[in-house]
């Protein structure tokens, strides 16, 4: 078995380029794939609208980065989303669609929760740029 010796500079160097590629990688994932996004909707299209304002089975999707939970006025949300309250952005949709029951207990919502994070990641990436 050969040894190799590594200089503390060369081990620096490869720790920083490895901690660089994670970061990376880290960075892309958090902020989803927005075309891929675009799949992983066809999942909640037939219940959500997504730029018309159209209310299906749940309500539009149409603005719904920034809105307040239960506010939309053309859908008829639970009482558990109206008292929630909260502000949809990145980070309140990602943690309401892995486990929307657990997020908001006695929400509405048959969809069951959204397990995979690249998923949620690119489908919040998609609203982000496509539900005006």
């Not at 081990?11 to 960075?27: D, N």
């Not at 997504?50 to 309500?59: D, H």
């Not at 959204?114 to 998609?126: C, E, H, K, P």
Request: hydrophobic letters at 45%; a positive charge; glycine letters at 8%.
């Amino acid at each position: 078995m050969k040894r190799i010796v590594l200089s503390g500079a060369a081990v620096l160097a490869l720790a920083g380029a490895t901690f660089a590629g994670f970061t990376s990688a880290s960075a892309q994932s958090a902020e989803g794939d927005a075309a891929r996004g675009k799949t992983v909707y066809a999942r909640c299209a037939a219940c959500h609208d997504l730029n018309t304002g159209a209310t299906r089975l749940g309500p539009s999707l149409k603005g719904v980065m920034g809105r307040t939970s239960g506010t939309s006025p053309s859908f008829n949300y639970s009482q558990a989303l109206k008292d929630k309250a909260v502000v949809w952005n990145s980070a309140s949709l990602d943690q309401f669609l892995a486990a929307p029951a657990k997020y908001a207990p006695g929400n509405r919502m048959a969809f069951p929760p959204m397990a995979n994070a690249t998923d949620r990641a690119d489908l919040i990436a998609f609203l982000e740029q496509s539900a005006r």
